[in-house]
């Protein structure tokens, strides 16, 4: 059964870092490639990093030179790191492969003075 369990997020203050961690299970997780999106509530879901089998990555604009997304296969699990927070960085952070049809329940970013 696959299970996808974010955490670390948190209240941060402009220009501070989180590192969010998402655990996998139930799925051949080095047979897919991975993803981050945020989601503000009235707002769409976005793709904020993208990280292929092998390691290959791609960031959206916002977030290029701030944000880093990583994997470790032997242990099934994704991270993002997240360096100098804006207040726009504010949402729900989620992990996901393409492929999947269910959202788990994500780990809240608050980024605020």
């Known amino acids: 059964q696959v299970q996808l369990v974010e955490s670390g997020g948190g209240l941060v203050q402009p220009g501070g870092s989180l590192r969010l961690s998402c655990a996998a299970s139930g799925f051949t997780f080095d047979s897919y490639h991975m993803s981050w999106y945020r989601q503000v509530p009235g707002k769409e879901r976005e793709m904020v990093a993208y990280?292929?089998?092998?390691?290959?990555?791609t960031y959206a604009d916002s977030v290029k030179g701030r944000f880093t997304i990583s994997r470790d296969n032997a242990k099934n699990m994704v991270y993002l790191q997240m360096n100098n927070l804006k207040p726009e960085d504010t949402a729900v952070y989620y992990c996901?492969?393409?492929?999947?049809?269910?959202w788990g329940q994500g780990t809240q970013v608050t980024v605020s003075s």
């Open positions: 990280i292929s089998l092998r390691g290959n990555t």
């Open positions: 996901k492969a393409p492929q999947f049809r269910d």
